[in-house]
């Protein structure tokens, strides 16, 4: 693991203990309605024993399959997206809230992903009973229209990625089984439809995103180690690249808004690659703990927080072609799972707000970032 550069610092806010185990957050856009709320994802598996008992079992934990209610003989899944406010992202220390606006029970939610298209906003959630689900949060406090599409029968819906314009939505999702589907819906469509899915990777594929410009090119990665680009408009027969520099399973795809693109894998390794060449990586950076998810800051584009299961959460810096870590936060007693940056307007020229999640303590906590 790298040594810590000083200069930033974490200050804990905000810890809420929540009904179920959690694996996802991520902050709304900065629309007036949305740049204060908080979507969180939580799942868990329950494995029935003699006495009555039950484990968990986090995402990361295997391709246990079947419908939403109920698994394999003695498994049930549960899990909510819910929805919080803060009533002021600006608020330091008690000052600092989050009010529970709604929740939906679902069964299992595994990765989230914000859009807006045209008026809508939109909560895409992959579930654990292999569907994709399209929750519309127009107004968050009123009950949510939902649309749900089945991604994989049998299998886990891992990770989405949205790819909005005017009128659409586009999606991306991986599963347990190695495949990726491309899936879309129109503005007021009743109906996710599926436009193309194919065998990306030869186990679970823990992670999908778009190019950050071009909707047309797609990144992979799966426990296979591979890191893999499709151009849809070129077929899904063969990648564009397929890349083997992680010694373990690929968990994260991370593209910045220009040709720079973040990957974590198990391996506790960081790697940023750019696109226009992909021989070899521009940096890596070992983070230690199993990277699970890579977040850039909204404005600052050399800023990367990172949630490394094992060993809490960190932010990095990049600048002068390196990867240098910058912060820790360590206040989480569990699994490092979810990170995102609070997106408000609101803390123009102020720290950053990050919420973070962890799994099997079951915590969502909100933090700043001091420079």
């Given at each position: 693991m790298a040594d810590r550069d000083e200069g930033s610092a974490a200050t804990p806010h905000l810890a809420l203990d929540l009904p179920y185990c959690a694996d996802a957050v991520e902050w709304g856009p900065p629309t007036a309605a949305h740049h204060n709320v908080l979507a969180c994802a939580t799942?868990?598996?329950?494995?029935?024993?003699?006495?009555?008992?039950g484990d968990t079992g986090g995402p990361d934990g295997g391709a246990d399959?079947?419908?939403?209610?109920?698994?394999?003989?003695?498994?049930?899944?549960k899990g909510a997206l819910i929805l919080f406010r803060s009533d002021d992202p600006t608020a330091t220390g008690p000052n600092q809230s989050l009010q529970k606006i709604r929740s939906a029970q679902t069964g299992g939610v595994l990765d989230i992903k914000w859009a807006e298209v045209g008026e809508t906003v939109l909560v895409v959630a992959s579930l654990a009973n292999g569907?994709?689900?399209?929750?519309?949060?127009?107004?968050?406090?009123?009950?949510?229209d939902c649309r749900q599409v089945m991604v994989q029968d049998n299998e886990l819906c891992l990770a989405n990625d949205v790819y909005t314009m005017s009128d659409e939505l586009q999606v991306v999702a991986s599963d347990s089984s190695?495949?990726?589907?491309?899936?879309?819906?129109?503005?007021?469509?009743?109906?996710?439809?599926?436009?193309?899915?194919?065998?990306?990777?030869?186990?679970?594929?823990?992670t999908a995103a778009f190019h950050s410009t071009d909707r047309n090119i797609v990144y992979s990665g799966g426990d296979d180690c591979r890191f893999k680009g499709w151009d849809t408009r070129q077929g899904v027969q063969r990648p564009t690249f397929c890349l083997r520099n992680h010694m373990m399973g690929v968990t994260?795809?991370?593209?910045?808004?220009?040709?720079?693109?973040?990957?974590?894998?198990?391996?506790?390794?960081?790697?940023?690659?750019?696109?226009?060449?992909?021989?070899?990586?521009?940096?890596?950076?070992?983070v230690g703990g199993g990277v699970w998810r890579l977040k850039w800051h909204p404005t600052d584009p050399e800023t990367l927080a990172v949630a490394r299961m094992h060993g809490g959460f960190g932010v990095v810096q990049f600048s002068e072609?390196?990867?240098?870590?910058?912060?820790?936060?360590?206040?989480?007693?569990?699994l490092g799972y979810g990170i995102s940056w609070c997106r408000s307007p609101n803390l123009a020229g102020k720290p950053d707000l990050l919420a973070s999640c962890s799994f099997y303590d079951k915590?969502?906590?909100?933090?700043?970032r001091q420079n």
């Open positions: 799942y868990e598996l329950h494995q029935a024993s003699d006495d009555g008992a399959c079947a419908d939403v209610e109920a698994g394999h003989a003695g498994q049930k899944r569907q994709l689900a399209v929750f519309d949060v127009t107004d968050p406090a009123s009950d949510w190695g495949s990726i589907t491309l899936l879309s819906a129109g503005a007021g469509e009743a109906d996710v439809r599926i436009k193309e899915q194919w065998k990306a990777h030869e186990f679970a594929a823990w994260c795809i991370q593209p910045r808004f220009d040709h720079i693109v973040a990957v974590g894998s198990y391996d506790e390794t960081v790697c940023l690659w750019d696109n226009r060449q992909m021989k070899r990586p521009v940096c890596e950076l070992s072609g390196e990867l240098r870590e910058t912060l820790d936060y360590n206040e989480h007693e569990s915590a969502l906590h909100l933090w700043q």
